[in-house]
């Protein structure tokens, strides 16, 4: 019953920066990890960033040292932080929940509708 939402996608030059926030409402008191994957158009579905629910955040290689992926529990939103972007980076960005810990009300996965980055030269 989570529904997401991503937000904060928009047209940046190379070399700049934005703030992906992804929003979750409904029942969201579940154990759950985040993930955030891009697909540009014509190309396959990348994996960038996770956090899990103790807080460990992974990243793909092309975007270690670059981006950051956090979490306030409080505000039920995972962000992604988006530093010196490069054009390669330009895609739908969508977030992913999944809920580990299977019960009655838990162990459901969301995907938001995604949100579109443009990275110009």
């Known amino acids: 019953q989570v529904l997401l939402v991503e937000s904060g996608g928009g047209s940046v030059q190379a070399g700049g920066s934005l703030r992906l926030s992804c929003r979750a409402s409904?029942?969201?008191?579940?154990?759950?990890?985040t993930i955030w994957y891009r697909q540009a158009s014509g190309k396959e579905r990348e994996f960038v960033a996770q956090i899990k629910s103790d807080g460990t955040a992974s990243y793909a290689d092309s975007v270690t040292g670059r981006f950051t992926i956090s979490e306030d529990n409080d505000m039920n939103t995972v962000y992604l932080e988006m530093n010196s972007l490069k054009p390669e980076d330009t895609a739908t960005y969508y977030c992913?929940?999944?809920?580990?810990?299977?019960?009655?009300?838990?162990?459901?996965?969301?995907w938001g509708e995604g949100t579109q980055v443009s990275v110009s030269s």
């Open positions: 409904g029942y969201t008191f579940c154990v759950h990890d």
């Open positions: 992913q929940r999944k809920e580990t810990l299977p019960s009655e009300l838990c162990g459901y996965d969301a």
